[in-house]
Every structure is written in structure tokens, then in C-alpha cells.
């Protein structure tokens, strides 16, 4: 049995064929977790229950054992886990939201606003106009939305690659509303992080974003808050984020994972056949920070 100090892992939404770019950022969590003494988990992010499926969660984590990673214990599923959630909304001061996806959009074009971000509408509504506008959503058959009632607007974060962060932090949905209620994506994380104790969080650098407001999540929680490590994306020949639509030939469908594996280790500028050759010349610092271009 061995000691870990500390956690990471690699936490991927079961909603397709993990890509190239998916694999190399999971890669880059087992460097991370198995450089420094850690613990490694998988967590099947499967909390949007409209586009998550067994199949692809039970593919994923195929693939993942065929690119030659292990991970200890369980896999953790987040659909298992909503009783936690709700156990952390109850401690987070949060309102109820009965605004549409439009016209949060429309409210986030006023000049000086910040886009996508929450204005507010429905933050001091009079108990009069939430009883009508629950009734009104309710005889839609939807309910309303959850979000924080935060306390800052900017919250700070260490991240290994990009130093010092400030972000923006709203008042985020903690739960999702509509006819399909699904528990957020910023709370879940938070909470099953601190839950598996994982204290280093790697994952692709499109998120990075979002660890303000996870961080100040999990301050308001009194969790402690993980060492962030955002790592680069791919991008395909075009210039984009790599994603489902570049096709079947960036994932291990087409491909065999003895294959996959030298191209993942070239990426990140290595010569390596498997995992565990390469596990053995991994260095943090030599990543470079520019995506990687798939060609
Ligand atoms: N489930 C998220 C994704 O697949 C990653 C979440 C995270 O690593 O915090 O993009």
C-alpha cells in the first residue's frame, strides 16, 4: 500500500469519444499526480444528465486504461453524488432565478456589462414578484434556477503556469432550472474535490476562468482550495479548439492506443513509447505554453 500525499485527477463529462486534445490533458493529470507522490482518481463528470451517457463514460475510461494510465480506488460518479450537493447549496447564501437563457443574453449586452455574466434581475425581487414569476415557470413546467448570492465580484487564485489570477466572479446557478434541474458544474467540482481530497487540479486551460469562482466556492464552503495547473489545448490545423467535430482520426477509434501514445508524448515534446517511459522524463517546467497545433 502506498502513501500518497495529496490527490489529483482527471474528470472528464461522458458525452463522446475522448479526442486527442482530452487524452493529452488526462496524460498531463497522471504526470502531474505520479511526479509529486499523488494519488490519481478518475471522476465520470456526469451531473448534465441530458447529455451524459454510460456508454460513453464506460468508453472513456477504456481508453484511458488502453493509453496505459492507472488510477487508485473507484471511479466516482458524479450522478451518485447529488446529496452532497444539496448539502453545500443549503450552507451557500443563494436566491431563486426565473430569468431565460435570452434574456440573461440580452441583460449581458448593456453597455459596461461583462459578457455572459449574471446582471442580477433577480437578485431583490419583492416576495410578491417571486411568487408570480415561480407560478408563472411552474405552470410551464420548470422550475427556477439557483444561483449564489455572491459577496465579491473578483476573486484571486495561484495557478502553476499562469501565476496569479484574478477573476471575475456573479452570482453563478448552483442549480440548474427548466424542465431538467440539473446540479451545476462549478458546485459539483467543488465539492467532489474537496470529498476525494484532491489538491491539485489539472485540466485544460479553457477553465481556467473558472477557478476564481470555484475557489471562492470553496472558501465560502471552508474547503480548502486546490493548487491549480492549467495546461495549454490542442488546436486543430485551422487554427481551433480540437473537438468532436474534427472526426474520428483524433480519437482511439481509429486509432490503436500504441499509436496514440508517441504522438501525446511528441506534443509535449517528448520521445516516449508508454506512460510509464515517459512518466520517467516528465518536467513540469519544460511544458510549453502555447497550444499545441494538431497537424
Ligand atoms: N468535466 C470537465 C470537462 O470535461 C472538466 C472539469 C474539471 O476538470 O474541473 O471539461
Redesign the pocket.
Known amino acids: 500500500m502506498t502513501d500518497f500525499v495529496g490527490a489529483g485527477?482527471?474528470?472528464?463529462?461522458p458525452s463522446g469519444d475522448l479526442h486527442f486534445g482530452?487524452l493529452r490533458t488526462a496524460v498531463l493529470a497522471w504526470l502531474f499526480a505520479r511526479t509529486t507522490g499523488r494519488a490519481f482518481y478518475l471522476r465520470v463528470?456526469d451531473i448534465d444528465t441530458g447529455r451524459s451517457s454510460a456508454e460513453s463514460a464506460a468508453q472513456q475510461i477504456a481508453d484511458l486504461a488502453d493509453l496505459g494510465l492507472d488510477w487508485d480506488g473507484e471511479v466516482l460518479y458524479q450522478s451518485q453524488r447529488f446529496e452532497d450537493y444539496a448539502a453545500a447549496l443549503v450552507k451557500l447564501p443563494h436566491y431563486e432565478c426565473y430569468c431565460s437563457r435570452k434574456e440573461i443574453a440580452e441583460a449581458s449586452q448593456a453597455p459596461h456589462s461583462i459578457p455572459g455574466h449574471y446582471p442580477g434581475t433577480c437578485r431583490d425581487l419583492t416576495e410578491d414578484e417571486r411568487m408570480f414569476k415561480r407560478a408563472e415557470l411552474i405552470g410551464q413546467g420548470r422550475v427556477p434556477a439557483l444561483r449564489l448570492r455572491a459577496g465579491v465580484a473578483k476573486w484571486q487564485i495561484h495557478d502553476y503556469y499562469a501565476g496569479e489570477v484574478v477573476g471575475e466572479v456573479d452570482d453563478m446557478v448552483l442549480r440548474r432550472g427548466g424542465s431538467q434541474p440539473d446540479w451545476a458544474?462549478n458546485l459539483a467540482?467543488v465539492v467532489d474535490d474537496a470529498y476525494q481530497g484532491v489538491d491539485q487540479?489539472v485540466?485544460?486551460d479553457d477553465?481556467l476562468s473558472?477557478a476564481p469562482r470555484q475557489a471562492y466556492l470553496a472558501h465560502l464552503l471552508q474547503l480548502p482550495v486546490p493548487e491549480y495547473v492549467h495546461v495549454p489545448l490542442v488546436m486543430n490545423a485551422a487554427g481551433q479548439r480540437l473537438s468532436k467535430r474534427d472526426g474520428a482520426e483524433v480519437t482511439l477509434r481509429s486509432m490503436r492506443p500504441q499509436e496514440m501514445f508517441p504522438r501525446i508524448a511528441a506534443s509535449l515534446s517528448y520521445g516516449a513509447e508508454t506512460s510509464q517511459e515517459l512518466l520517467k522524463q516528465f518536467r513540469p517546467e519544460r511544458l510549453s505554453r502555447e497550444p499545441f497545433v494538431l497537424k
Open positions: 485527477r482527471y474528470a472528464p463529462s482530452n463528470e458544474y467540482v487540479v485540466r485544460g477553465l473558472s
